[in-house]
């Protein structure tokens, strides 16, 4: 049986499949249809290279924050193009969320254990500071509910800062 990784868009369906709310994202072909995209959305947008090959985008600049405007969705398109190489497959173009948090979960096959879903402090700080659980499934509120107990960053799921608890 041949598996292969799902894109982030390809995730996002089946989270929302599933009643997770996700952020509202368009998938564009290319450069001009992501710049068409983004001016139907409310700026400032985030820009991200899409393909179910790229891993690891942000650190391969493959991600853009913060775009003001077409003009810089088209730069920052041209700039994710010479950057992504064969793996680009499009664009995701993306809201910007406010906030100051970021949480990842994941969900991947283990050789040994099958399936695992992981759950952790997100963004930059994944790799940096690995503050991640993981579980084999399947696993019952209870058991989601105590992973999120478990990592150090657990108070920023609450209040903090002037900013409402996660939910």
Known sequence: MCMRSLSESESKQLLAGYGVPVVKEIVAKDREDAVR????????????GHGAKLSHKSDKGLVRLGLANTEEVRQAAQG???SAGKDLEGFLIQPMLKGKREFVAGLM???MFGPIVMFGLGGVF?????????????????????MLDEIKASKLLGKFRGEQAAD
């Open 109 to 111: 096959r283990d050789p």
């Open 37 to 48: 995209a983004a001016s139907g959305l409310q700026f400032p947008v985030v820009l991200k």
């Open 126 to 146: 994944t790799e940096a500071l690995a503050d991640v659980v993981f579980r084999a499934v399947p696993i019952d509120e209870i058991e989601a509910e105590a």
């Open 80 to 82: 994710i193009l010479e």
